[in-house]
């Protein structure tokens, strides 16, 4: 079959501690969209408690389980509910994905003097002043937990750099004495090693040390099936490699794991995969083509719109998406795709055979708040037919810069295999396809676009219409 991700939240789901029981609930209904596998949200507690989405991580020991933060639970529920949603989705031979933040910490729970260098922060490499006694938020006790299941503390050794002084009240950059920031990381300012809060040294020893026997209990603990890693543009490959080669020892899993590196350089993303190819990457150039498609007025070369991607150069490591967490209207990451264009950008990722399609929570059940988000028109429909009907041979018809078109012919021995689409961002067009001469004679229908049913030639070809909406999906009828 086919496989499905779906990041199984979005940045504004209620602070009610409901998603875990949610997802639970949703368990069959995602099996019988296709959902393979679901990323769930960092599940420990964060800086800012039942209000924190995760990614400003406090204690990774802590997974809803005690009184830190104001509050036992995280955002999205109880450990006891976590392990719980886990095992439901695999009720319904669904795999989870954990989102695994080691970059830096937040929240701390003392505060340390420190020698610190000041650093420019346009270009990480340089000075800006002499070393100078800062005081820093590095001091992480978890008196909450109390040592439960580890009693490591964290001090300023554990971290490189931070970005604010207390004493002095001063927001900037400092680099701790006797520290650098990581080499093996992206160039952007200089050396993009630093990005929020306390940025952990992830290659000191005893850190290493520590987020390995973390990562143990955690896989032991849940019983994830394998990893979104966050923010690997700032931990350095070395580390990354070296941390997950250790999780997939430790638990004998092959543990697929996605990572973000949030680049539209194909370049960079293809050398963080590199020659051993031990983790996918989220293709970010795409998800750029398709922001600059919804919004170029019919100007988008639409011929192009796998030109540089990871899913044209490297198929096989490509998790493809249209919009995430950090997309969203009034994040850091903005880059919404309109409205219009999303069902045919999800077309373009769900009924192709290149790539491995991760679905938006908001796209799928929509989101409410400031920034509202309204399910996508014909998601369930384009996700049953990947599950159903887009196997066999592929047929391109990426020939135009306004309509473009591609068929999967099915499988020669099932005669109701197959799909056909036309997307066009200029209006109401049409596009010659062919879906493979062992469907001569079939009509198909029109599952999504409401135009007319077509009837197959006898070499397998057809024109299919598209309507002003700008997407067409036909499959066969009746068979």
Same mark, same amino acid.
């Given at each position: ?26 368990? #069959? ?27 400003? +991580? ?139 809060? @306390? ?16 990562? @143990? ?12 890693? !966050? ?43 590199? !020659? ?49 967490? !950090?997309? #969203? ?70 020939? !135009? ?20 689409? +036309? ?16 469907? @001569?004679? #079939? ?37």
């Amino acid at each position: 079959m086919n496989g499905t991700l779906l990041q199984g939240f979005s940045w504004y789901v209620p602070n009610d501690g409901s998603l875990w029981r949610s997802i639970a609930d949703q368990a #069959q209904h995602l099996s019988d969209l296709g959902v393979s596998a679901v990323w769930l949200p960092p599940a420990y507690k964060g800086q800012a408690g039942i209000d924190d989405v995760g990614y400003g +991580v406090y204690d990774l020991w802590d997974l809803g389980e005690f009184d830190q933060k104001g509050a036992v639970r995280t955002k999205y529920g109880t450990r006891e509910e976590y392990v719980g949603t886990i095992q439901a989705l695999h009720d319904y031979g669904i795999h989870v994905l954990a989102d695994t933040v080691l970059n830096h910490k937040m929240g701390a729970d003392a505060s340390e003097t420190v020698t610190a260098t000041p650093i420019d922060q346009q270009n990480r490499t340089i000075e800006v002043g002499n070393p100078e006694q800062i005081q820093v938020w590095t001091r992480f006790t978890f008196p909450g937990r109390a040592g439960t299941y580890s009693d490591f503390e964290w001090d300023w050794t554990c971290f490189h750099g931070t970005d604010w002084d207390e004493a002095t009240g001063r927001k900037g950059l400092w680099l701790f004495e006797g520290k650098k920031w990581n080499e093996n990381v992206d160039d952007e300012f200089g050396n993009f090693d630093y990005l929020m809060g @306390a940025d952990v040294h992830l290659t000191d020893p005893k850190v290493m040390d520590h987020l390995v026997e973390w990562g @143990a209990w955690y896989l032991e603990t849940t019983g994830v099936d394998g990893l979104r890693m !966050d923010a690997l543009k700032h931990m350095g490959r070395d580390f990354t490699m070296a941390w997950l080669d250790r999780m997939r020892d430790v638990s004998g899993k092959e543990l697929f794991t996605v990572g973000e590196y949030w680049s539209a350089d194909l370049g960079e993303l293809r050398s963080f995969i590199g !020659d051993d190819r031990r983790l996918s990457l989220f293709d970010v150039p795409l998800h750029f083509n398709f922001h600059h498609a919804s919004r170029a007025n019919g100007t988008f070369d639409m011929g192009g719109i796998f030109n540089g991607t990871l899913v044209d150069a490297d198929p096989t490591m490509a998790v493809t998406f249209v919009e995430n967490h !950090d997309t #969203q209207d009034g994040q850091s990451l903005a880059s919404p795709v309109d409205s219009w264009f999303k069902p045919a950008a999800y077309a373009l990722i769900l009924l192709r055979e290149a790539g491995y399609p991760c679905v938006f929570h908001a796209d799928l059940f929509g989101a409410e708040g400031e920034h509202p988000i309204a399910p996508v028109e014909g998601l369930e429909t384009l996700m049953k037919m990947r599950k159903t009907r887009a196997y066999g041979v592929q047929w391109d018809a990426f020939d !135009d810069s306004h309509v473009v078109g591609w068929a999967r012919q099915g499988q020669m021995d099932d005669a109701s295999d197959g799909v056909a689409v +036309v997307i066009s961002d200029s209006g109401e067009s049409a596009k010659t396809l062919n879906v493979g001469a062992h469907h @001569a004679g #079939q009509i198909w229908e029109c599952v999504i676009g409401g135009c007319e049913p077509v009837q197959i030639g006898d070499d397998g070809s057809a024109l299919f219409p598209v309507p002003d909406s700008g997407l067409s999906v036909y499959s066969p009828k009746g068979v």
